[in-house]
């Protein structure tokens, strides 16, 4: 498998794209966008950052020349992370045209997060990035982001299938990567890039459609993620390629 991608192949897809790369919606019976990956959660583990920095702020993950509205760090707290940073605010809210600003009660509300910037990335003149805490305590978001979330390994030992949530980080390392159980079907029917195989059945493909639009719904609908149950349920229709 070579699942890992580098930061120039992930530049380059990008750039073909157009700014409707952030509408990943799915309609109706719509299936996986076209390279979606599918992995475990020890593959998606083992893949390396590429430092490309898109998950330490919104001007770094959200379209140049547009207003700043996409990708946030949630609420922000009163205390800013000042204890990381010497006492100085660490995660800065910004306006949509990206100018800082002090801190305002509005901020922590996590229905309604800002914009925002780490006072610890910094920029490389290879076009990387790097964090200044890389090697001491961070926010606990950056921790978790995007593969180390607590309840990742309870979910799919469940039977859940789990989309990353780096919608709006197009260079990462992790975009587009569906996480399946241990003993998921669809990772029998992936390329060696880990998307789908072109020569699947209509049956094949239909289910891996469904997977992927539950998934989705689990990150990106105001319901919330589905119980559990009802992934069950979804999952009997793998008895069938068993
Ligand atoms: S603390 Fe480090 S990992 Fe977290 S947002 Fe800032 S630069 Fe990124
Ligand atoms: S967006 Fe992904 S690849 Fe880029 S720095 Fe963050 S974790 Fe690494």
């Known amino acids: 498998m070579t699942l890992n991608r580098t930061l120039r192949q992930l530049r380059n897809a990008r750039d073909r794209r157009d700014p ?19 992995m475990t959660l020890a593959e998606a583990q083992s893949l390396e950052c590429n430092l490309c920095g898109q998950c330490c702020g919104s001007e770094e993950a959200d379209l140049v020349g547009y207003p700043l509205r996409q990708y946030t760090f949630g609420g922000i707290a009163p205390h800013q992370w000042r204890a990381l940073n010497g006492g100085q605010p660490l995660i800065i809210p910004l306006t949509t045209a990206g100018v800082a600003r002090t801190w305002r009660p509005a901020d922590a509300d996590d229905d309604r997060p800002p914009a925002f910037r780490c006072e610890a990335l910094s920029h490389h003149p290879d076009g990387t990035t790097r964090c200044g805490l890389w090697q001491s305590r961070r926010p606990p978001p ?9 309840y990742y390994p309870r979910d799919l030992e469940r039977g859940a299938y789990i989309l990353l949530n780096t919608q709006y980080q197009r260079l990462c390392t992790w975009v587009d990567t569906l996480v399946c159980p241990e003993d998921s079907v669809i990772l029998k029917w992936r390329s060696k890039d880990g998307t789908l195989r072109r020569r699947l059945t209509d049956a094949q493909r239909t289910y891996a459609a469904r997977v992927f639009r539950e998934a989705y719904r689990d990150v990106f609908s105001k319901e919330g993620p589905l119980p559990m149950r009802e992934w069950r349920k979804v999952r009997v229709e793998e008895a069938a390629w068993r």
């Open 20 to 38: 409707e790369i952030y509408d990943y919606t799915l309609e109706g019976d719509e299936g996986p966008p076209e390279g979606v990956r599918y």
């Open 142 to 150: 950056c921790d978790a982001f995007p593969v180390k979330t607590n």
